[in-house]
């Protein structure tokens, strides 16, 4: 995780020098007399040698001094602790509905395999699946909000219940689709194990059926799920950079398309670097937890 | 985006029985629909000039008179702020998405295949590490933002999109090879090519390959579907293709700015990528199922 962490950076890097377009000249602006942008480049070390710049960056980041962006016209530190709170806030909230969603359905499915429940499951996920985050956005927006107005359109709220209500199309349209997929998996596990020898087992001793289905069915039928829940991640971080400007969220997902459309080096390099760390984070929260289920590793690992 | 996983390698069936395959394919309804909206979207794809009922609107065009008409006979899904005829964008559409997928494809499942089989098949060595780290390397973030950010250093455009895309998608190929080949590089009759002494690119193409196909074509199916979505979701924020290219996700964009006065400006092109992409995954689905079932 570590390596591939300082391999993104090296990649992250390499991207913002060796592709065309000059920073100095960028920061500058096109107007500018040659001589400012001859020493623009001294001042920020592009007449150094690549790795020599690197190893100078490197140390800026650890300093948490990612540079100043050409945007927003201050530093990038501040720009992320500005906005990267409201982006985590929708990205949890997003996260809970999509665990507790897939859970729900899946469990359901699961239980009512191949009945009616199971098949309406299966059909909306085929197609919620499909849905890109933005389409689905844009189509909450025009018939939650412009056509129903059960929900407002876009930004933030201006008090804390007024914030959740503002997030709930957006944490819906962003987690919709890796929520219907858990499901399936759930419910693909839970069926697998019914037809198994314990379920007959227990079955034939008389348990009651709720202890069964989630005593014995659902709980193998997480570690997979959980373990695909690490994509999901993946999923609602790049997700919400789409999410965010529909619904004119003010994010960091919103600003890094900002960023981008200005080619702010310095603000998309913070960017790819920072979401690498979350993504990092979030992968090692799903083995612990992964760990912590699945008997096999946690016994193994007390050397049981 | 969401990467589909493909579970259960050891159960991909090698054979190639095609007419066996092609039943137990045409048994499953959801597969089949899948094949045929597919095959009807590349037809449209490539008919679109003959398809469309006006195929002048597909670029630039202006006939304000018509502007922000609701969907009625005479344009079936209405027209756009410059009085372009959404249906035929759409179709237009259809082509800028399959040819990005077919060209992002040919581009990424080659190189990707090949590393992956080199790195499994010198599994353990040198090689192996440093291919697989490259690749985790790529993979270390969510592969939109990577393909965002690449395409917003370089110069946004279709070109530069498929670029973008290609750069961040080959480890996943990587990956997968390399799953597979693993699981089957200690079969006998890999030891038993090696003990004959035959050439380590013989045993890697034409031993180790076939049986790894199951999975490759798999994914490239499903993965028609993701390089569309990930093709309009970069058009979508303006770093893909630039009006008035048809691009389906451009077309999302435009139309979300008008939501007011013009619900179909948005929501047709809105269903047209999730039908593509439906199609897609329904098809590779049932590709899927054809190679895990058999072995079974």
Redesign the interface.
């Known amino acids: 995780m570590i390596?591939?962490?300082f391999?993104?950076s090296?990649?992250?890097f390499v991207?913002?020098r060796v592709?065309?377009?000059d920073p100095a000249l960028m920061l500058a602006g096109p107007d500018a007399p040659k001589w400012v942008v001859d020493q623009l480049r001294i001042q920020l070390r592009l007449n150094q040698p690549l790795y020599t710049q690197y190893f100078y960056w490197l140390y800026d980041v650890f300093h948490f001094n990612l540079g100043y962006s050409t945007l927003t016209r201050q530093s990038v530190t501040l720009d992320i602790i500005q906005t990267l709170p409201a982006s985590l806030e929708l990205i949890g909230l997003a996260a809970v509905f999509s665990v507790t969603g897939a859970f729900a359905l899946g469990v359901v499915a699961g239980r009512y395999s191949y009945k009616w429940p199971d098949n309406i499951v299966r059909i909306v996920s085929?197609?919620g699946?499909?849905?890109?985050a933005?389409?689905l956005a844009?189509?909450f927006?025009?018939v939650f909000g412009?056509w129903l107005k059960w929900f407002p359109v876009q930004g933030p709220g201006t008090n804390a219940v007024d914030q959740v209500y503002h997030m709930v199309l957006p944490a819906v349209a962003l987690c919709l689709?890796?929520m219907l997929?858990d499901a399936r998996i759930i419910r693909a596990g839970m069926v697998e194990n019914k037809d198994k020898d314990y379920i007959l087992m227990e079955t034939a001793q008389g348990l009651p059926e709720r202890t069964i289905t989630f005593k014995y069915l659902l709980k193998p039928s997480l570690i997979?799920a959980i373990t695909?829940m690490g994509?999901?991640i993946?999923?609602l971080?790049?997700?919400a950079?789409?999410v965010e400007?529909?619904f004119n969220w003010p994010g960091f997902s919103q600003l890094?398309?900002r960023?981008?459309?200005n080619?702010d080096?310095n603000g998309?390099v913070a960017?790819?670097l920072v979401?690498?760390i979350i993504?990092?984070i979030a992968n090692i929260l799903v083995d612990i937890v992964v760990a912590y289920l699945d008997p096999r590793i946690r016994l193994m690992e007390r050397g049981e | 985006?969401?990467?589909r996983?493909i579970?259960n390698l050891r159960n991909f069936s090698t054979r190639f029985d095609l007419k066996r395959k092609w039943y137990r394919f045409s048994r499953s309804p959801?597969s089949t629909i899948g094949l045929v909206i597919s095959v009807a979207t590349v037809i449209i794809a490539f008919a679109a000039p003959f398809v469309a009922p006006y195929p002048q609107h597909a670029g630039l065009f202006t006939d304000f008179p018509h502007a922000l008409q609701p969907p009625g006979s005479t344009y079936l899904f209405g027209t756009d702020e410059f009085g372009r005829d959404v249906l035929s964008r759409i179709i237009f559409g259809f082509r800028y998405s399959l040819m990005m997928a077919a060209v992002v494809l040919a581009l990424v499942v080659p190189p990707g295949v090949i590393l992956g089989l080199i790195a499994g098949y010198y599994r353990g060595t040198w090689i192996d590490t440093l291919i697989m780290?490259?690749a985790?390397?790529?993979?270390?973030?969510?592969?939109?933002?990577?393909a965002?950010?690449?395409?917003?250093?370089?110069?946004p455009g279709v070109f530069n999109a498929m670029m973008a895309v290609s750069l961040m998608w080959w480890p996943w190929y990587t990956r997968l090879t390399y799953n597979t080949v693993s699981a089957i590089r200690n079969e006998y009759f890999v030891q038993a090519s090696e003990v004959m002494g035959a050439s380590s690119s013989h045993t890697i193409f034409s031993e180790i390959l076939p049986n790894c196909l199951g999975p490759i074509l798999t994914k490239v199916t499903l993965d028609v579907?993701w390089v569309i979505?990930l093709g309009?979701?970069l058009s979508?924020?303006?770093?893909g293709a630039q009006p008035p290219t048809p691009d389906l996700?451009t077309m999302?964009a435009e139309?979300?700015q008008y939501?007011?006065q013009g619900?179909w400006l948005?929501?047709f092109p809105?269903m047209a990528?999730?039908l593509i992409?439906?199609a897609f995954?329904?098809l590779g689905d049932g590709i899927r199922d054809i190679f895990v079932e058999e072995a079974k």
């Open positions: 390596f591939s962490l391999g993104l090296v990649l992250v991207l913002s592709l065309p377009g085929y197609v699946i499909s849905i890109p933005f389409v844009i189509i927006q025009l412009l689709g890796g997929q997979p695909v994509l999901d993946a999923a971080l790049a997700n950079f789409l400007t529909v890094g398309i960023y981008m459309l080619k080096l998309i960017l790819v979401i690498g993504y990092a | 985006m969401r990467i996983v579970e959801l780290r490259v985790d390397m790529f993979i270390a973030v969510p592969p939109l933002v990577l965002l950010s690449i395409a917003a250093v370089l110069t579907g979505l309009s979701a979508f924020v303006g770093l996700g999302v139309g979300g939501l007011r619900w948005t929501i809105a990528i999730t992409i439906l995954n329904l």
